[in-house]
């Protein structure tokens, strides 16, 4: 890693310094406005222990959801705190404000042994505007910035880029280490064969890394609603699928260009649009009908994808092979969740790209049985398809 990391700071003199933690916490809240995931908090309490145990009070910086520069309530970071708290196993301080004089009184009067919290930045106007003045303010809340928010690196707001440019040293928290640690070898070193699995949709989101991996992958599986629209590419009967009409050009760009690396599904499950899984069934992936919806792999997809994964050196994936969340079109997703770690086992470098996928293999209960599973789904893409991102670049170099 060609970044500083908090492992290089000398924590024996730096007792009572206030550590500015960026973190991501965009976490879901349930019906009751508690928190139904932690794995994003999780995710940081190394660095936090850290921290906590050279004496240094770490004031913690988020946003929640899109409130679009404005407060709205349910996305207020409050129940976070709570879920923090319990976690970490130390007194966590929640306030509502972020870049005023209270929030910076606030964060000088933090004792050792405590967090605070600070409410949503999304709630500033300038946070997603990269606004210079409060990248300016924030910087007042610490001595020094960590940046342990992986999953919004690759956004180029003010609690991320602007506040450490005014602030030394600005370094990468454990959980930003590991996460560069392990994209960059999936990037620059992956282990042969080399295999890539793509779900989910947003063709045009994922260009980029697609065209990458053309050229650096042995093979890249294609399930989820991402293959309706190589189907419909290749001129297939998609029915009522959701297709990207305006990612079929290139989706057949793809496939001119290297067709024997793109492996699409060759057979699908179908059911009515937007229902449940009663009355789904399989058919062949040329043959879906006018009236019905491809919502899963089928069972030649799924044994043709899972010796493909299980037989790799490093395997990368990205986004479900159908609607996961309805249990009649899961088993696809299942079913790469236990080719990956099939493939671990075997000695392969796994590594599932956040987003979907990463909630599907928690769900699956298999999360700790791969190489890494990533905190950042766009963030990750970005990385693999760039070699960096905005707020790294914002971090001192190593």
């Not at 319990?86 to 000088?108: I, N």
């Not at 070193?189 to 080399?194: C, M, S």
């Not at 599986?221 to 293959?227: E, K, N, R, V, Y």
Request: net charge negative; aromatic share 6%.
């Amino acid at each position: 890693m060609n970044k500083r990391s908090v492992r290089s700071l000398d924590m024996s003199g730096m007792a009572g310094q206030r550590a500015l933690v960026r973190v991501d916490y965009n976490v879901p809240l349930d019906e009751a406005g508690c928190v139904a995931d932690a794995a994003r908090i999780e995710a940081t309490l190394p660095t936090l222990r850290l921290l906590l145990a050279a004496g240094v009070r770490p004031v913690l910086l988020s946003h929640l959801g899109r409130p679009g520069g404005h407060i709205v309530p349910e996305e207020s970071l409050r129940p976070v705190a709570v879920a923090l708290e319990e976690l970490l196993g130390a007194p966590v301080h929640f306030l509502a404000s972020t870049d005023t004089e209270l929030a910076l009184e606030t964060s000088l009067a933090l004792r050792e042994g405590e967090v605070l919290l600070l409410e949503n930045t999304r709630f500033l106007p300038g946070e997603t505007a990269n606004e210079e003045a409060l990248g300016t303010r924030l910087a007042r809340l610490g001595d020094f910035y960590i940046n342990d928010a992986f999953g919004t690196t690759h956004r180029e707001h003010a609690s991320v880029v602007g506040t450490p440019a005014h602030m030394e040293p600005a370094v990468a928290g454990l959980l930003v280490e590991a996460e560069l640690k392990a994209l960059a070898r999936v990037r620059e070193a992956p282990d042969r064969p080399f295999v890539v699995a793509f779900g989910g949709a947003k063709i045009l989101d994922k260009i980029s890394l697609i065209e990458s991996f053309l050229v650096r992958a042995e093979t890249i599986l294609i399930g989820g609603a991402m293959a309706n629209t190589f189907f419909a590419a290749m001129g297939r009967p998609t029915g009522e699928s959701l297709v990207e009409h305006d990612a079929v050009e290139t989706a057949a760009s793809f496939l001119a260009r290297a067709p024997e690396r793109l492996v699409l599904p060759d057979d699908v499950v179908v059911g009515r649009p937007g229902e449940d899984a009663d009355g789904s069934r399989v058919v062949a992936a040329d043959a879906i009908p006018a009236n019905l919806a491809a919502y899963d792999i089928g069972p030649k997809a799924r044994d043709r994808f899972s010796a493909a994964i299980s037989g790799a050196g490093t395997f990368f994936w990205n986004g479900p092979m159908g609607w996961f969340e309805v249990a009649g079109y899961a088993e696809g997703t299942r079913a790469v969740s236990r080719a990956a770690v099939a493939a671990a086992e075997a000695g392969a470098f796994t590594v599932v790209g956040g987003g979907d996928s990463a909630r599907a293999i928690r769900e699956a209960g298999l999360a700790d049985r791969v190489s890494h599973v990533s905190t950042g789904g766009g963030a990750s893409l970005e990385y693999l398809a760039h070699g960096t991102l905005p707020g790294l670049e914002a971090l001192d170099d190593a």
